[in-house]
């Protein structure tokens, strides 16, 4: 009997796994819009809970609250360098776009990720990069802004020029607001370093004179 050939074994193909990256959408521009949108929905509530309903923003009454939720005293310097982040232009006031800037610094949309946050932003305010731009920021919301804009100007500049103070105590920032009020400038010629001025004041007060002859 002959023998007939036999048919050649077509060889399978094997299975198409189906991969996350074959179904996943591409993120599209509105997606990421959306996105976006999301997050700043998030910082917009979490700022209604502290802003006063008929000025819109956060008073003084709405910031005690927000410490009260962060645990740290409205007199913590934290809180000065959250308004710092901010940039905040009003002491004492914290607007929606101020709100934004600072919580999209410090990536955060919570009052859990914010209180993390501080230790870090404390950090970053003692780095010398920022350490001069904190206090000039600091002299001028709190104590000094407009009235002795001249002195304020004059010592960030030093304090950027020296290397001895990587801090600037209270007794110190004191000591510089009782300058201001007391020192004629920019001649200073009723400075004298006999008196008890902080070695800091005693240290710019030379700087200048340097500066002056």
Same mark, same amino acid.
């Given at each position: ?20 990256? %074959? ?17 700043? %929905? ?32 409205h007199t913590d310097i934290k ?11 009003? =002491? ?19 009052? $859990? $990720? ?12 003692? $780095?010398?990069?920022?350490?001069? %731009? ?16 001249? =002195? ?9 020029? =020296?290397? %001895?103070?990587?801090?600037?105590? #209270?007794? =110190?920032?004191?000591?510089f607001y009782r300058f201001c ?26 700087? #200048? ?5």
């Amino acid at each position: 009997m002959p023998r007939t050939a036999s048919k050649p074994t077509k060889k399978r193909s094997k299975p198409y796994t189906v991969t996350s990256s %074959d179904t996943d959408p591409v993120p599209s521009a509105s997606s990421k819009t959306k996105k976006s949108s999301k997050e700043n %929905d998030e910082k917009y509530k979490l700022f209604n809970k502290y802003a006063n309903t008929s000025s819109g923003v956060i008073d003084p009454e709405g910031i005690e609250k927000l410490c009260s939720k962060l645990k740290v005293s409205h007199t913590d310097i934290k809180i000065l360098m959250l308004a710092w982040k901010m940039k905040a232009e009003r =002491q004492g006031y914290f607007t929606k776009a101020e709100w934004r800037r600072a919580l999209k610094a410090l990536k955060v949309d919570t009052i $859990k $990720k914010l209180k993390k946050a501080l230790p870090e932003l404390e950090k970053e305010v003692r $780095k010398p990069l920022h350490f001069a %731009d904190f206090y000039a920021y600091a002299f001028r919301y709190c104590l000094t802004g407009s009235t002795f804009r001249d =002195q304020v100007d004059h010592f960030v500049d030093y304090l950027k020029i =020296q290397n %001895d103070y990587k801090v600037i105590t #209270m007794d =110190q920032w004191m000591g510089f607001y009782r300058f201001c009020n007391e020192i004629s400038f920019p001649d200073m010629t009723n400075y004298s370093l006999e008196l008890a001025w902080p070695l800091i004041l005693d240290n710019f007060f030379e700087w #200048m004179r340097e500066k002056q002859a």
